[in-house]
């Protein structure tokens, strides 16, 4: 099992970017897949879940301008942010839930993060 | 939204002591609480899933407790590589949340 992000980098606040997780040894489609973030020097703070199922779920720090997605033909995980802000500078990792105990949904496996700054 | 506080924000200890970390959540989650560690430049590693279920390869000195509202996390006896941030997690809502971190270092 592997999870690799790429996309991150310097953005202008009100700027949008597009992070992909591409997964290795399993099926996205298959698991709930996550967002999690951590600005710099801070804690672990869940953005955005997308269930094996379609439905998806934000964070209210993030709803309305991050969308997460993915492309089962790629097995890749996305995250499309827009309206971009300071505080959304962070390490953006990727991380997989099984989802065969409901109700009890855990990470474990992560990405290696990617690296989004927002500044001017 | 589900708050987690974990106590104490930070501790220091020494190799050999026992550590307690304690996780309360705003309202009933069951047992649906997981926890994590985090070394500096890495991604969180899962220790314990269920409030209490060890996961395959974490050392027995991790132990985790607790069901409802307060959660705790017990190292038996802290050796060197111990020493980082531990975060705790509930899955109980839709919307996911962390506690705010506890960081163990070295007295």
């Known amino acids: 099992v592997q999870l690799v992000e790429s996309g991150g980098g310097l953005i202008q606040p009100g700027g949008s970017l597009r992070l992909s997780c591409a997964a290795s040894?399993?099926?996205?489609?298959?698991?709930?897949m996550s967002w999690v973030r951590q600005a710099p020097g801070k804690g672990l703070e869940w953005v955005s879940v997308?269930?094996?199922?379609?439905?998806?779920y934000y964070a209210d720090s993030v709803k309305g301008r991050f969308t997460i997605s993915r492309d089962n033909s790629k097995n890749t995980l996305y995250l499309q942010m827009s309206s971009l802000r300071a505080e959304d500078t962070a390490v953006y990792y990727c991380?997989?839930?099984?989802?065969?105990?409901?109700?009890?949904?855990?990470?474990?496996?992560w990405g290696q993060g990617t690296l989004v700054t927002v500044s001017s | 939204d589900i708050q987690m506080t974990q106590s104490p924000s930070s501790l220091s200890a020494s190799v050999g002591d026992r550590v307690i970390i304690t996780c309360r959540a705003s309202?009933?989650?069951?047992?649906?609480l997981n926890w994590y560690q985090q070394t500096p430049g890495k991604a969180p590693k899962l220790l314990i899933s269920?409030?209490?279920s060890l996961q395959s390869g974490v050392p027995s000195r991790f132990s985790g407790s607790g069901s409802g509202t307060d959660f705790t996390l017990t190292i038996s006896s802290l050796q060197p590589e111990d020493f980082a941030t531990y975060y705790c997690?509930?899955?109980?809502?839709?919307?996911?949340?962390f506690g705010q971190g506890t960081k163990v270092e070295i007295k």
């Open positions: 309202q009933s989650i069951s047992n649906y």
């Open positions: 991380a997989r839930s099984p989802t065969w105990n409901y109700g009890l949904y855990y990470f474990d496996y």
């Open positions: 997308i269930y094996s199922g379609g439905s998806t």
């Open positions: 997690q509930q899955s109980y809502s839709t919307l996911w949340t």
């Open positions: 269920a409030a209490s």
């Open positions: 040894g399993f099926t996205v489609s298959g698991y709930y």
